[in-house]
């Protein structure tokens, strides 16, 4: 389950609150929250600074039944103009085009289906930037119009930009395949070749309904004799070419279950396709024996784009998923490497903890903000 939104009450007093001084729409640091979610700002709180003084106007006293006043300091990002799709500046001063120090982005979906919930998750941390994979129950592809921009409304009334869409394609395979078990997020798996253009033309028009241009892509399901290779797809070449007419980025991540996840292959079709980066999962590159420095620096120039996740091995062969630093994916070896060869990228969470992913969060990107040189925003 989900953790509750914020009042109505709530978020239009904030909204009141943070125009009259000047600052836009961004909610002011003080909220209302419910106790569900009362423990996850006490934990960014700790982890980022005490709480903030409660602004002019804001009453404890008025909180509506159910609810608590409480105080989590973030990092207010607002959009300003310019680009295609708007640009970012957040307290530091960091926009798209000059950024001076990398970023954090949280996925709202690890809180659950509601978007909002994360959202205000992302601001009690001071993390700007998000990136979307499902929403509502739905994969992001499949939402309606309508649904998308109602992610992107709350979106831009905390002050926070989508900066990429995890979308599913090539996570697939042709309809007789078979795949394993997969982790689609609501997308199918199997996918007829006649269909396939018309989702690529679905992500770009997602990703600009959502304000990104970088969407994630992947190499095809692994599935024996039926496999589909990537690197000669005319899909791909389809693909780059809409997404260059879009001004979009497609960004390949490294993914165990598909066709291309280790250095040399990834080396392969990011060589043969300059229109393409790479979406580094670096759990995933620890997964398939290559979490090496050596690995990194090798892959660290076609880097784009940082999915960030740790975990530790159970005595069953499966993965107990732990917060960002707290498992055995050797961070503190491979981010300095990539640092020093990309010091500016996009740092996204993806914890997959179930049992207290809003803790996590919390501990992942305190853990980030400290292991990174120069620290993140």
């Known amino acids: 389950m989900g953790f509750p939104l914020l009042s109505s009450q709530a978020v239009s007093a904030q909204r009141t609150s943070r125009a009259a001084a000047g600052n836009g729409p961004v909610p002011a640091a003080l909220r209302w929250a419910h106790p569900l979610v009362e423990g996850v700002f006490r934990h960014a709180a700790a982890a980022f600074s005490a709480p903030a003084a ?11 039944a159910g609810w608590r006043f409480v105080s989590p300091r973030h990092q207010a990002v607002r959009p300003v103009s310019g ?56 994969n992001a592809l499949i939402l309606d119009d309508a649904q ?3 992610v992107r409304r709350l979106a831009d009334e905390r002050g926070l930009r989508v ?24 997308f199918p798996t199997q996918v007829p070749a006649e269909d396939r253009e018309r989702w690529v033309d679905r992500a770009l028009a997602v990703a600009d309904i959502l304000g990104t241009d970088r969407v994630r892509v992947f190499s095809h399901l692994s599935v024996g004799e039926q496999t589909e290779t990537f690197l000669g797809d005319p899909l791909l070449t389809y693909a780059l070419k809409a997404a260059e007419r879009a001004g979009v980025r497609l960004l390949l991540e490294n993914e165990p279950v598909c066709t291309v996840a280790e250095p040399t292959s990834l080396l392969d079709v990011l060589r043969e396709h300059a229109g393409l980066g790479l979406w580094l999962d670096l759990g ?47 961070y503190t070896d491979l981010l300095p490497v990539l640092h020093r060869v990309r010091p500016v990228l996009p740092y996204a969470l993806e914890t997959h903890v179930r049992e207290s992913p809003g803790e996590a969060l919390t501990r992942g990107a305190a853990f980030l903000r400290g292991a990174v040189a120069g620290g993140l925003a």
């Open 284 to 330: 995933n590159l620890y997964e398939v024996g290559h979490g090496t420095a050596e690995a990194v620096e090798v892959l660290a120039p076609y880097v784009e784009y940082i999915h960030i996740k740790d975990y530790v091995p159970r005595g069953d062969g499966m993965k107990q998923f732990v917060a960002a630093g707290a498992g055995d994916v050797p």
């Open 54 to 64: 409660a602004p002019a106007g804001s009453d404890p006293d008025s909180a509506p």
């Open 163 to 186: 900066a990429a869409l995890a979308s599913p394609l090539w996570k697939w395979c042709r309809p007789e395949a078979v795949p394993g078990k997969v982790d689609s997020f609501g």
């Open 83 to 138: 680009g295609a799709h708007g640009r970012c500046l957040s307290g530091a001063g960091i926009d798209k085009e000059n950024l001076v120090q990398g970023i954090i982005a949280l996925n709202p979906d690890e809180l659950g289906q509601d978007p909002a919930v994360g959202m205000d998750l992302a601001l009690a941390l001071g993390v700007g930037h998000l990136e979307i994979r499902t929403a509502y129950g739905s």
């Open 148 to 150: 998308l921009r109602e």
